[in-house]
């Protein structure tokens, strides 16, 4: 059984950096095939991917983010990390880890997801 | 950057009835790299459909998708009380991106 897992802090102030862990079990991060993706929420409003990361392949960031964002993964705690420099209160937003097929390209588990706000 | 646009914003509809989601890309897509997602309110979003038209592990067979180039539907043929709910299509290129979504509400 896939599942996956969000875990940090639910407060974050602006200019402050966000680290949020995903845990993964069900599926190997060594997986050729499979990789990981953050993508947000902000309240009310569309899906937004960040990045992808895949272990035989490297990262790949959204072009608008990717100067903020840095995703990495300890295989041996099956977890990966997204790390989210100069946090803003338009960041606000719930943060989804999920698993992504790269044959077909799409999202086939999610974590829960955890809101994440950013105020003062 | 392909731009995914979804029609319409929001689709008011009985229990019952047929449900017609559409999709549109700024510019032809691969198939096989389209899928649709619906959302329950607080819920994380489950994948519906990928490569277009393959329905994902668990799903009903009242959800069909189908279309390609620019144009992708979602189609529900019988409206269950379960359904009404967000729904996104969503393009898996070097940038995936998602549609802004449509809300099914119970007319």
């Known amino acids: 059984q896939v599942t996956l897992m969000e875990s940090g802090p639910v407060l974050v102030k602006p200019t402050e950096t966000l680290t949020l862990t995903c845990t993964v079990s069900?599926?190997?991060?060594?997986?050729?095939?499979?990789?990981v993706s953050w993508i947000r929420q902000p309240p009310g409003k569309a899906l937004e991917w960040l990045g992808n990361?895949?272990?035989?392949?490297?990262?790949f960031y959204n072009p608008s983010l990717k100067s903020r964002l840095i995703i990495s993964e300890d295989t041996s705690k099956s977890q990966v990390v997204l790390t989210m420099t100069n946090m803003d209160p338009v960041d606000t937003a719930t943060y989804y880890c999920?698993?992504?097929?790269?044959?077909?390209?799409?999202?086939?588990?999610w974590g829960p997801g955890t809101l994440v706000t950013v105020s003062s | 950057e392909i731009v995914l646009t979804q029609s319409p914003g929001t689709l008011s509809l009985s229990p019952g009835e047929r449900a017609t989601l559409s999709c549109r890309a700024s510019?032809?897509?691969?198939?096989?790299?389209l899928a649709w997602y619906q959302q329950i309110p607080g819920q994380a979003p489950r994948l519906l459909i990928y490569?277009?038209?393959s329905r994902a592990t668990g799903i009903a067979d009242r959800f069909s998708g189908s279309g390609s180039g620019t144009d992708f539907t979602l189609t529900i043929s019988r409206l269950e009380p379960e359904d009404f709910a967000g729904y996104y299509c969503?393009?898996?290129?070097?940038?995936?991106?998602f549609g802004q979504g449509t809300r099914l509400e119970i007319k």
């Open positions: 999920t698993r992504i097929d790269r044959w077909f390209g799409d999202f086939d588990y």
């Open positions: 069900g599926f190997s991060l060594s997986n050729v095939r499979m990789g």
């Open positions: 990361i895949y272990s035989n392949d490297g990262e």
């Open positions: 510019q032809s897509v691969t198939s096989a790299h």
């Open positions: 490569n277009a038209s």
């Open positions: 969503q393009h898996y290129g070097s940038s995936p991106t």
